[in-house]
């Protein structure tokens, strides 16, 4: 069974940083794509950041040069590094793998960003 689990997301300052972790079990991911994703209530789902099986990364414009996405393939594990974060970025934060036709989701970590 693939499962994806999130960790890492709290309640920081605006400017303060986060590192945010999603562990994935039940399935090699070395090559499949993985995303991170934030919803804020009332609002649809909006793409932050994925990377690819060989690397290749793309960002949401809001978020270019504070937010880093990377993988580490011995742990099956997606990061997302925050920083510089402003209290817009507020969401709930998922991942999701995609393997073909399939994608999978986390249950979502919530990021305050508050002072």
């Known amino acids: 069974q693939v499962q994806l689990v999130e960790s890492g997301g709290g309640l920081v300052q605006p400017g303060g940083s986060l590192r945010l972790s999603c562990a994935v079990s039940g399935i090699a991911f070395n090559i499949n794509p993985m995303a991170w994703y934030r919803q804020t209530s009332g609002k649809e789902r909006e793409l932050v950041a994925d990377?690819?099986?060989?690397?290749?990364?793309n960002y949401a414009d809001s978020v270019k040069g504070r937010f880093t996405i990377s993988r580490d393939n011995a742990r099956n594990t997606v990061y997302l590094q925050m920083n510089s974060l402003k209290p817009e970025d507020t969401a709930v934060y998922s991942c999701k793998m995609t393997i073909g036709p399939r994608t999978y989701w986390g249950q979502g970590t919530q990021v305050t960003v508050s002072s």
């Open positions: 990377i690819n099986g060989g690397g290749s990364r």
